[in-house]
C-alpha cells in the first residue's frame, strides 16, 4: 500500500521567513502534483512534477522532485500572508493498469505578519 | 471549475436514505475520480472511470457505488447513508495518458444526520 506522509502537518511562520514543506512517499513514481486548498475551496494545481530531478518556480514557491529519495519539497521563499493555506501533494501511481492520486495528509501554512 | 461541475453543493440527509452524488464535466476527458476529504486524512480515492462502464474500486470503497453511463457524467452513491459518510467529496478528472494533469470540482459537502 502506497503511504505519502508530509511533514510538518502544520507551520506557523512569520512573514519573509524562509520554509521547506517535505512530501515522502513509500513506492516508485516519477510523477508528483503539489496542490494548494483555501477553507472551503477546491484543490488549485501548483506544480506538476514528472521526472526526477524536476525542479519548478512560481513566485514564491519552488517544488522538486527526486524520484531515488522518493522526496519532493515545497520550498516557500520570503513567505507573505497570502501563502497561508493548506498545501497537499499526491503521488501519481497506476492501480490496476490506470492513473490514480494518493495524497499526503496536507500541510497547514499560517503566515502572520 | 471550468469543465467539471458537482451537484448538489450542500446536502443534509438521514441516517440510512440512499444519496447519490452528480459530477459533470465538459472536458470529454476519460478518466473521472471520486475522492472524500476528512480532516487529518487529507484526500482519500474512492472510486474511479477509466470510460463509460469501467470503473474500480479506490482505497474507500466500502459503502459507496458507483456508475458511469456517459462520457460526461459520474455517479456516487451511497446506498444507505451512515454518519461516518459525512465529508466533503470532490470528483476530478484526468484527460488521456500519465502526467496529464487533474482538475478537482468544487465539491459536495454531505452531513448525515
Known sequence: ELKVEQNPLFLSMQEGKNYTIYCNYSTTSDRLYWYRQDPGKSLESLFVLLSNGAVKQEGRLMASLDTKARLSTLHITAAVHDLSATYFCAVDTLDSGYSTLTFGKGTMLLVSP | ?113
Open chain 2, 1 to 113: 471549475d471550468a469543465g467539471i461541475t458537482q451537484s448538489p453543493r450542500h446536502k443534509v440527509t438521514e441516517t440510512g436514505t440512499p444519496v447519490t452524488l452528480r459530477c459533470h464535466q465538459t472536458e470529454n476527458h476519460r478518466y473521472m475520480y471520486w475522492y472524500r476529504q476528512d480532516p487529518g486524512h487529507g484526500l482519500r480515492l474512492i472510486h474511479y472511470s477509466y470510460g463509460v462502464k469501467d470503473t474500480d474500486k479506490g482505497e474507500v470503497s466500502d459503502g459507496y457505488s458507483v456508475s458511469r453511463s456517459k462520457t460526461e457524467d459520474f455517479l456516487l452513491t451511497l446506498e444507505s447513508a451512515t454518519s461516518s459518510q459525512t465529508s466533503v467529496y470532490f470528483c476530478a478528472i484526468s484527460g488521456s495518458g500519465r502526467g496529464y494533469g487533474y482538475t478537482f470540482g468544487s465539491g459536495t459537502r454531505l452531513t448525515v444526520v
